[in-house]
């Protein structure tokens, strides 16, 4: 199942790995009632995302790594997301004096 | 199996297991300040992966952006929104709970299946090991130039929305504060609408 491998860790584990962390992300994001915790779960998923990217560009792209270079704009994007969001959450919690989820519910129908 | 192979074994057995345990701890624990930290740690246990793939700048990179400004960024939100709540009981909380576990499972399972049963097109080309660094450069100045500009035009963005959005709109405006020292009563101070609820 696990043959042709370079070393002696499989790619398939490194995949496994980032698919248990997704889905701990998935979630933390549908169920947490604490706003940071949910962005905290949104930085989860897109480390599993980085751990896929990467190693698939270490076993099957090890010459050209364009999927060092993706993650790395994912970081970058991902460190601006964290700074937006933060922002939001500072605003909403100065208007609505609360970080419960369930009271951000103004949109609903 | 000699030496190396074993001890990146063991090695890679070792940060997985501090992954898997701390994003669980993350999701699950109560106090939100350990949840900050245990992120960071499961940070640092991701960068040790990068390292493990021969991918040293990106795990400088990742302990520099995500420990050192998303973490830090995440416990700053949390000091400043700390503040003992009782969350409100829903009904059909556990209900929710078990659902949403099982479809997380769900997923999970199917994402496993996927990954284990696929024939990846395994042994690619060799590893260039250290000199991805040097490749990453010459990627981010030929071929993706583009994306390059375009994060450096979105982190201005971000920085510039996150002030715009987190910023207090007191306008405490020199000439106000003269009129109040210079004997105006208290009700004719402006009060904004934004710092009444901050007060409480």
Not at chain 2, 9 to 37: Q, R, T
Not at chain 2, 126 to 144: N, P, V, W
Request: net charge neutral; aromatic share 8%.
């Amino acid at each position: 199942m696990f043959e042709n491998s370079i070393g002696p860790v499989p790619l398939q584990a490194y995949l496994i790995v980032a698919a248990f962390l997704f889905c701990t992300g998935v979630w933390g994001l549908i169920n947490s009632r604490n706003a940071v915790r949910v962005l905290m779960s949104i930085e989860l998923m897109l480390n599993a995302v980085n751990i896929n990217l990467m190693s698939f560009s270490s076993y099957i792209d090890g010459s050209i790594i364009r999927g060092q270079v993706f993650s790395i704009f994912v970081i970058t994007v991902a460190a601006a997301e964290a700074a937006v969001g933060l922002a939001i959450l500072l605003s909403l919690y100065r208007n609505r004096v609360t970080i419960d989820m369930e009271s951000f519910n103004l949109l609903k129908w | 199996m000699n030496l190396a192979y074993s001890a990146e074994l063991i090695c890679f057995l070792i940060l997985s297991s501090i992954i898997v345990a701390g994003s669980l701890a993350v999701v699950l624990l109560e106090n939100i300040v350990y949840s900050a930290f245990l992120l960071g740690g499961v940070f640092m246990a991701v960068a040790g992966l990068y390292l493990l793939l021969n991918a040293s700048f990106v795990a400088a990179a990742q302990i520099l952006v995500y420990v050192g400004a998303v973490n830090v960024l995440i416990l700053f939100a949390i000091m400043l929104v700390n503040k003992k709540e009782k969350l409100k009981p829903i009904e059909g909380l556990k209900t929710r709970k078990i659902l949403s576990g099982a479809i997380c499972s769900g997923l999970l399972v199917l994402l496993l299946r996927v990954s284990i049963i696929t024939k990846w097109n395994i042994p690619g080309p060799a590893s260039i090991g250290e000199k991805a660094t040097e490749r990453i450069g010459e990627h981010l100045f030929t071929d993706y130039l583009l994306p390059f500009e375009l994060a450096s035009i979105l982190l201005l963005m971000a920085m510039i929305g996150a002030i715009v959005l987190a910023r207090r709109d007191i306008s405490n405006e020199p000439s106000k504060i003269n009129d109040f020292n210079n004997g105006k009563s208290l009700t004719e101070k402006e009060i904004p609408l934004l710092s009444e609820n901050t007060l409480k």
